[in-house]
């Protein structure tokens, strides 16, 4: 049993647990975060018009997926450039809502406990919820609705693991379309950014405040070994068949298209950069929107399978070497304090 499933178990029975993930309940009212509900880990609450769906957990580990619903209402209009001030992106990410929940299910087999899932089921043509509310749902009252139940319970769930574990990860799941068939690791830093040498990227403090696992950096641990590191994520994923950039073995995209992280990687992450979206800067749930290719991940039932078993068992021993690391240094110690 690995450190992770022991500070996990000790927390499971004050959280509760369930086997259920049929029930419903009332939404949130708006961002400051949903009504207070006693949430059962393992079921299901949705939204006014059951457009957010969000799964209760009690591990540390936070799930959405806002790219992979199915459902185009009639009420709400399609979002176009002109209605959403100039940018309005309305392509699917295939298959990701589907792996989400795999993923979902994976880590409860492999930790005995649940994570924390929000899913927004509307398609990406009536709302975005990885935008800011203008380009998320360009001023219809019923897709405004939606983005604040959407990100009012991952507001929840981000307190519900501060409160209950002390320090949590979040992972926003994406699909690309990009040529190379290997997954994208978007920390908040752009492809110059990753382009640095790890003596580079160690030296300016902009990079580490900036990135999506600012309070996991401690001066044993510095910004490229978690980036691209032996043991970092990226690493660890490509132990498990699934190549990652960045890696070891793909320190940074190079000239390759990549997405360093959006709207709900900064709102929900530790970055300094938070506050900016509503979120909390410098706080203890740090995080990554991971942006998955299509195929041998993707495209099949048997393959999304395969990468969710093998995200659990990268998250439990990517989190729990972190668990260590971080109680080792006593604290979040930032490279130059």
């Not at 995080?287 to 990468?307: I, S």
């Not at 990268?314 to 668990?323: D, G, K, Q, S, Y």
Request: charged residues 20%.
């Amino acid at each position: 049993m690995s450190v992770l499933t022991l500070v996990v178990a000790s927390s499971l029975t004050v959280a509760g647990s369930s086997c259920s993930t049929s029930a419903v309940g009332p939404p949130p009212a708006d961002t400051t975060g949903p009504e207070q509900v006693d949430y059962v880990p393992g079921e299901s609450y949705y939204g006014e018009h059951g457009y957010v769906e969000y799964i209760a957990g009690n591990l540390p580990i936070i799930l959405s997926a806002g790219h992979g619903g199915h459902l185009m209402p009639s009420a709400i209009p399609d979002r176009t450039a002109d209605r959403c001030g100039g940018s309005a992106t309305t392509v699917t990410d295939r298959n990701t809502r589907e792996m989400t929940l795999m993923m979902s299910q994976a880590i409860v087999e492999r930790l005995g406990g649940h994570p924390h899932v929000v899913i927004s089921h509307l398609h990406r043509r009536k709302l975005d919820p990885n935008r800011d509310l203008v380009e998320a749902a360009c001023g219809n009252g019923l897709a405004e609705q939606a983005w604040r139940e959407y990100h009012g319970f991952i507001d929840r769930a981000r307190a519900d693991v501060a409160e209950a574990h002390g320090r949590g990860w979040y992972m926003d799941v994406h699909g690309h379309g990009h040529p190379y068939q290997r997954l994208e690791l978007g920390y908040l830093l752009r492809r110059p950014d990753l382009a640095l040498d790890d003596d580079a990227l160690t030296a300016d403090d902009v990079f580490w405040r900036r990135s999506s696992i600012q309070t996991m950096v401690t001066a044993a641990t510095q910004l490229p070994a978690l980036l691209r590191g032996e043991t970092s994520l990226g690493a660890l994923y490509e132990e498990h068949g699934f190549p990652a950039v960045p890696s070891p073995t793909y320190p940074d995209p190079g000239d390759e298209p990549f997405f360093s992280g959006g709207y709900s990687t900064v709102r929900h992450t530790c970055t300094a950069n938070a506050y900016l979206y509503g979120g909390h800067a410098d706080g203890p749930v740090c995080g990554v929107q991971l942006e998955a290719n299509f195929h041998g991940v993707r495209d099949t039932e048997e393959n999304r399978a395969r990468f969710a078993s093998a995200t659990a068992a990268v998250l439990e021993e990517f989190l729990a070497r972190a668990v260590m690391e971080l109680e080792t240094a006593g604290s979040y110690l930032m490279p130059h304090q």
